[in-house]
């Protein structure tokens, strides 16, 4: 089963900004709601329900819908002839740090990590007062 590659996380201070990517040779991808989830340090990164959902987007990229902790802070977008999606994060906070994971919704709810598949390794981002 194919997977996303997620990267652009790091090191930032508060207030910062980064930008992820995560991207998939699937041409699927076109045709995929997508997602970005975060998992907060401490927990078990194998276990998927514990993630938290950040922004999605839709096949077109016409839509986006965000968690309310990071709305006006962080954007999402997508490049369709690139197979990749982003994520835009301004303002970061020590509440953010985690590590960011993207997927392709499947079926169920769309803030449900358990709707998502085709799960990168993830990129850690990490803000520091």
């Known amino acids: 089963q194919a997977h996303f590659v997620e990267s652009g996380g790091g090191l930032v201070q508060a207030g910062d900004s980064l930008r992820l990517s995560c991207t998939t040779a699937e041409r699927t991808f076109r045709h995929s709601i997508m997602a970005w989830f975060r998992q907060a340090p401490g927990k078990d990164r194998e276990f998927v329900p514990d993630?938290?959902?950040?922004?999605?987007?839709?096949?077109?990229?016409?839509?986006?819908y965000s968690a309310d902790s990071v709305k006006d802070r962080f954007t999402i977008s997508r490049d369709n002839d690139k197979n990749t999606a982003y994520l835009q994060m301004n303002s970061l906070k020590r509440e953010d740090t985690g590590v960011y994971y993207c997927?392709?919704?499947?079926?169920?709810?769309?803030?449900?990590?358990?709707?998502?598949?085709?799960w990168g390794p993830g990129t850690q981002v990490t803000v520091s007062s």
């Open positions: 993630r938290e959902f950040v922004m999605g987007i839709s096949q077109s990229g016409g839509d986006t």
């Open positions: 997927g392709r919704f499947m079926y169920g709810s769309y803030y449900a990590a358990s709707s998502y598949v085709e």
